[in-house]
């Protein structure tokens, strides 16, 4: 079975532009969340959805929105690019919303803002 | 914020031998995860311990949890040159599916 898909892989943006990155979870999974990790540190939480809803956001402007879709795949849009929000996205999927799921991460989409 | 710190850092290693990382943290948890990140990919899910668990093995790996000190250890033993990435432990405090991150262990062994 196919892992947690994401694309693209690689992007390049300039300041001010506006990127859509894109999900697909794990067959069955119905929780989609994302996660932003700047080189050298630790992923950092930024959306979660389950069924179609927010269920989660993080400590990021308004600037990044996010959507699930009834497919249960997930787009995350981020718009006015800035230079630091240069990161590696990563998606991650679990079965279910709510605690004890494992999580399963993707391999992640790499935005550099020029 | 992040909610977990992993210790050391950095951590080299001969292969062969056995490589323990250590993760603090602050608040209460529901469970905790740790994943594995070769350079430049994504996050692989090694093992899930929840709070009313000690101990767990997974094949090389065995995870402790002891919630009176808020901490974890990852052991690996019988390391490889293919184990050499970052390990991350990441809590779940909330009752969503919500990870917060610690900055991870760099781990290198050495053929």
């Known amino acids: 079975d196919a892992g947690v898909t994401q694309s693209p892989t690689h992007l390049i943006k300039t300041r001010g532009q506006q990127v859509t990155l894109r999900c697909s979870p794990i067959?069955?999974?119905?929780?989609v969340s994302w996660y932003q990790q700047v080189l050298g540190q630790g992923p950092q939480f930024i959306f979660q959805?389950?069924?179609?809803?927010e269920r989660g956001r993080g400590n990021f402007p308004d600037r990044f929105s996010a959507r699930q879709f009834p497919n249960y795949s997930s787009e995350l849009n981020v718009n006015a690019l800035l230079l630091g929000d240069s990161a590696l996205y990563l998606c991650?999927?679990?079965?279910?919303w709510g605690s004890g799921n494992t999580i399963y991460f993707g391999e992640g989409s790499w935005l550099t803002v020029v | 914020s992040q909610q977990g710190e992993e210790d050391p850092q950095a951590l080299s290693i001969q292969e062969g031998e056995n490589a323990t990382m250590n993760c603090s943290y602050k608040?209460?948890?529901?469970?905790l995860q740790w994943y594995r990140q070769n350079s430049g990919r994504g996050l692989v899910h090694l093992i899930l311990?929840?709070?009313?668990?000690r101990e767990k093995h997974s094949g090389r790996l065995r995870v402790t949890l002891d919630t009176s000190k808020k901490s974890s250890s990852l052991l690996i033993t019988a390391s490889r040159a293919a184990d050499t990435a970052s390990y991350f432990c990441a809590t779940d405090e909330t009752s969503g599916s919500r990870l917060t991150f610690g900055e991870g262990t760099q781990l290198t062994v050495n053929p």
């Open positions: 311990i929840r709070s009313n668990e």
């Open positions: 959805y389950y069924e179609k809803e």
């Open positions: 608040t209460s948890i529901n469970n």
């Open positions: 991650a999927s679990s079965f279910r």
């Open positions: 067959s069955g999974h119905k929780s």
